[in-house]
């Protein structure tokens, strides 16, 4: 069951990144993030209405924590995004769960993972000589952002029940970037709403609870190694529906990261790595 929601929910991440890249040009990338975010709130909260008193502290700071993991990572990606191909961006958000298990493995043989997957990362940001750097910086941010979304899914899925936790934390998402997306609300075009609010509730609203789901019924193991289908599905959306012509060198270094981000997120938490980190 997990497997299948978190496929679903990589298909809307980035089929929403294909739609919001069409705004863009009109608006600026905090802007169309901050607006997606807050559609997506005033969905989950007119279907959730989550409870707001008598939450502890420690409760508050996990939704905190979730919310500025989820803004953070919602403009860092469309930074990349704006600047490379859907499934080169969606390779470097990858790596964030990636570097989390890297981090946690201690067994001798697994260090050939992370220079497997260096050697994609090369593939994926050289692919024509001609990358743009300022997009790379915004993916690597980005895989950041989403190693801590995971994580702090996981708290406040472990904190909450139902998805109070994660409606009230896409509303802290939506506050943080008001100041982007407020401004932007007179600029938006008529026909653009659309636009955003389909993004908004299928890249945020869906595919949040999704994840959230997922994790909470899996683990943030299983489900950070079933994020190696964002950048399969980025690629497939990217040239299905911006009709992206990735190199066949990229396509290299994108399934290297995939590969080998898969298998070392796994085995992070296997018996085996488990009794090489304490030995």
Do not use: H
């Given at each position: ?28 990338v905090p ?27 420690g ?17 860092t ?11 080169v ?11 989390v ?20 990362v ?23 952002a ?11 899925g ?10 009230l934390?896409v ?5 943080l ?7 932007a ?12 609010a ?34 399969v ?5 990217g ?18 990261i ?7 997120t796994?085995?992070a ?7 090489g980190?304490a030995?």
């Open positions: 069951m997990g497997a299948v929601l978190v496929l679903v929910s990589c298909l809307g991440v980035q089929s929403s990144a294909a739609l919001s890249s069409a705004l863009f040009d009109a608006l600026s802007a169309v993030a901050g607006l997606r975010q807050a559609t997506a709130a005033l969905v989950l909260w007119a279907l959730v209405r989550p409870r707001v008193r008598r939450r502890s502290r409760e508050w700071s996990g939704i905190a924590g979730y919310g500025a993991a989820m803004a953070g990572m919602n403009v990606f469309y930074g990349a995004v704006d600047r490379l191909p859907l499934g961006a969606a390779a470097l958000l990858f790596l964030g769960p990636f570097a298990a890297v981090a946690s493995v201690r067994v001798r043989r697994d260090a050939l993972f992370p220079v497997v997957g260096l050697v994609g090369v593939l994926v940001t050289r692919p024509g000589g001609d990358v743009e750097w300022l997009g790379v910086g915004f993916g690597l941010l980005s895989a950041v989403l190693a801590l979304y995971t994580v702090f899914a996981q708290r406040v472990r904190a909450s029940a139902g998805w109070d936790g994660l409606t934390s509303g802290v998402s939506a506050l970037l008001l100041p982007f997306s407020a401004p609300v007179p600029q938006v075009a008529v026909g653009q709403w659309a636009l955003v389909l993004s908004g509730t299928v890249g945020v609203a869906l595919a949040f609870t999704l994840d959230f789901t997922a994790v909470r019924l899996a683990g943030a193991k299983v489900v950070a190694t079933l994020f190696a289908l964002d950048p599905m980025g690629t497939l959306v040239v299905a529906a911006l009709g992206e012509n990735p190199s066949a060198v990229a396509l290299a270094g994108i399934g290297l995939v590969a080998t981000g898969a298998a070392v796994w085995r938490g296997t018996p085996s790595a488990a009794a980190e030995a």
